[in-house]
């Protein structure tokens, strides 16, 4: 049986009241009645796209720090739209919240890539820790939601984390500055890796507060850590920043996924993928101790399994609330 849809919300996020105030209201006057929210949350998404594809295929080409965060600037601005469009037009659904905080699991692994291949960041610790840290703060908001049915966004949340990729993306198109993030400061790292790990204080405090407001995680999500601390190791060890960005992004959009699934179609918990895990398990033997070199083929096999269950879990949402399907709002 499907839930009765109530979003429920608390948000403490400081930069959103004035986001909101100034720039998201005054724009969102001129988005048509008719245009359904689940088409705004794609259309916002495309911005965001659009700028990794930029950062994967130019890297550091200067346009890049112009237009990548402005770029990212749209995507944030959209992703205020779709859920006042959705409360304006009375059409806020299970299904909506799905679209939108369901492609924010794949976001949140974007904007990362975003920043480290701006800033050249290739320090195999800082990249893994940095997805690691990211993904399971973002993974306990959604448990505490399907536990508690409250969402909550803390003070630093992932609002202010776009707006810091935003502003040191910026930064990054004066030469000086750029090279004044790259100067090396302490145990060989560089300035710009620093201001990235600090800024996963914010993340992991949230993990804390959501800890001791719901006092317990169930077993499957202790799993789900320990299998998120085996994928740091190994990509640590053995992959490059495109395989981390990949199978932390779509490990976790199969888990998070869902969550989702528990909280908005079915009321059940699943457990966390572990074929995943074990493959890299098995991988990570041969390497060891047969000496076999890492092929990257495999590597790509096992994010197309990751691929296949995260389109399971979206073609199932969205079958179970098809019913909330809107081509185009009704008039006024």
Same mark, same amino acid.
């Given at each position: ?43 916002? =998404?495309? +911005?965001?796209? @659009?700028?990794? #594809? *930029?950062? &994967?295929?130019?890297?550091? %080409?200067?346009?890049? /720090? ?56 290739? =320090?195999? +610790?800082?990249? @893994?820790?940095? #997805? *690691?840290? &990211?993904?399971?703060?973002? %993974?306990?908001?959604? /448990? ?61 405090? @949230? ?126």
């Amino acid at each position: 049986m499907i839930p009765e849809y109530n979003y429920q919300c608390i948000d403490h996020s400081i930069i959103t009241p004035p986001f909101k105030k100034y720039i998201v209201s005054p724009l969102f006057r001129f988005i048509p009645w008719g245009i359904p929210a689940n088409l705004i949350t794609i259309i916002s =998404n495309v +911005f965001l796209y @659009t700028s990794v #594809y *930029l950062a &994967a295929s130019k890297g550091t %080409a200067d346009s890049n /720090y112009i237009i990548i965060p402005f770029l990212i600037f749209l995507y944030a601005i959209g992703d205020h739209f779709d859920g006042m469009q959705a409360k304006r037009t009375k059409t806020s659904s299970g299904l909506g919240e799905f679209c939108d905080h369901y492609l924010d699991v794949f976001n949140n692994g974007i904007l990362l890539y975003i920043l480290i291949t701006l800033y050249k960041v290739e =320090n195999p +610790f800082v990249i @893994t820790f940095l #997805y *690691l840290t &990211a993904y399971i703060p973002h %993974a306990a908001v959604i /448990y505490e939601e399907y536990k508690t049915k409250w969402l909550v966004f803390e003070a630093i949340g992932s609002l202010e984390g776009v707006f810091l990729i935003i502003i040191l993306s910026l930064l990054g198109a004066s030469d000086t500055v750029f090279n004044f993030f790259q100067a090396k400061i302490i145990y060989n790292l560089s300035l710009i890796e620093l201001v990235m790990l600090l800024s996963t204080a914010g993340t992991m405090g @949230t993990l804390v507060k959501i800890y001791f407001r719901i006092k317990q995680f169930s077993s499957g999500f202790f799993i789900y850590v320990v299998c998120s601390l085996y994928t740091f190791y190994f990509c640590f060890n053995y992959t490059s920043l495109l395989f981390t960005f990949l199978f932390f992004t779509f490990y976790n959009g199969d888990y998070l996924g869902k969550l989702m699934r528990g909280h908005l179609a079915d009321g059940m918990e699943r457990y966390p993928d572990l074929v995943m895990p074990a493959a890299l398990l098995v991988f990570n033997l041969s390497y060891t101790f047969y000496g076999r070199p890492v092929v990257e083929a495999e590597l790509y096999l096992i994010f197309a399994y990751l691929a296949m269950r995260v389109f399971w879990t979206t073609a199932v949402v969205v079958f179970i609330l098809r019913k909330n399907i809107v081509l185009w709002n009704p008039g006024l």
